[in-house]
T-cell receptor
Framework: NAGVTQTPKFQVLKTGQSMTLQCAQD?????MYWYRQDPGMGLRLIYY???????DKGEVPNGYNVSRLNKREFSLRLESAAPSQTSVYFC??????????????FGQGTRLTVV | RKEVEQDPGPFNVPEGATVAFNCTYS??????FFWYRQDCRKEPKLLMS???SGNEDGRFTAQLNRASQYISLLIRDSKLSDSATYLC???????????FGTGTSLTVIP
């Protein structure tokens, strides 16, 4: 099973460039998430989608946009990249956050460097 | 106050040692609790869920204390392969997101 697939795995951008991080899950999960992970900061939620057709801001949404294209896919867009967005980005999915003991499954991550 | 707090460590222990990690959470209306393991430059993966009555999986024991709002993970007979960062994760009843601790780094030394 593929689980959660993220692309690309690595990316270097120049300041001001735009890009879209792609994420797809094949587990028929309702909820999907985008996190960034920085040293000493842990995983911080950027945006999430509780179900197809809905998206909500997380802890650090500024500078990002998302699209829940369908139940499988949830993309993250950086419209104008800044060095502060250098980070490791993880996409995750879960069955539904309202369910007891539902776990989150993660993609392999995207290492983004903005120069 | 952070939703989930963990001692970042690092914990450096010899093979065969027993090591315990603690984690506190601030939202008393929290529903589900987990320990995740993250290897260097890899994605987090579920190690075990934490149940109210406590649970064990081989050398790993997880406990939950709702009254004091903390979760613990005990690793017995540490192996070199246990070296990783351990993340405490909390899911509130009414929230739509998982809250992660910053992680506790463990290195098991030969």
């Amino acid at each position: 099973n593929a689980g959660v697939t993220q692309t690309p795995k690595f990316q270097v951008l120049k300041t001001g460039q735009s890009m879209t991080l792609q994420c797809a899950q094949d587990m028929n999960h309702n909820s999907m998430y985008w996190y960034r992970q920085d040293p000493g900061m842990g995983l911080r939620l950027i945006y999430y989608s509780a179900s197809e057709g809905t998206t909500d801001k997380g802890e650090v949404p500024n500078g990002y946009n998302v699209s829940r294209l369908n139940k499988r896919e949830f993309s993250l867009r950086l419209e104008s990249a800044a060095p502060s967005q250098t980070s490791v980005y993880f996409c995750a999915s879960s069955e539904a956050t309202g369910s007891a003991n539902t776990e989150a499954f993660f993609g392999q991550g995207t290492r983004l460097t903005v120069v | 106050r952070k939703e989930v707090e963990q001692d970042p460590g690092p914990f450096n222990v010899p093979e065969g040692a027993t090591v315990a990690f603690n984690c506190t959470y601030s939202n008393s209306a929290s529903q589900s609790f987990f320990w995740y393991r993250q290897d260097c430059r890899k994605e987090p993966k579920l190690l075990m869920s934490v149940y109210s009555s406590g649970n064990e999986d081989g050398r790993f024991t997880a406990q939950l204390n709702r009254a004091s709002q903390y979760i613990s993970l005990l690793i017995r007979d540490s192996k070199l392969s246990d070296s990783a960062t351990y993340l405490c994760v909390v899911l509130p009843y009414t929230g739509n997101q998982f809250y992660f601790g910053t992680g506790t780094s463990l290195t098991v030394i030969p």
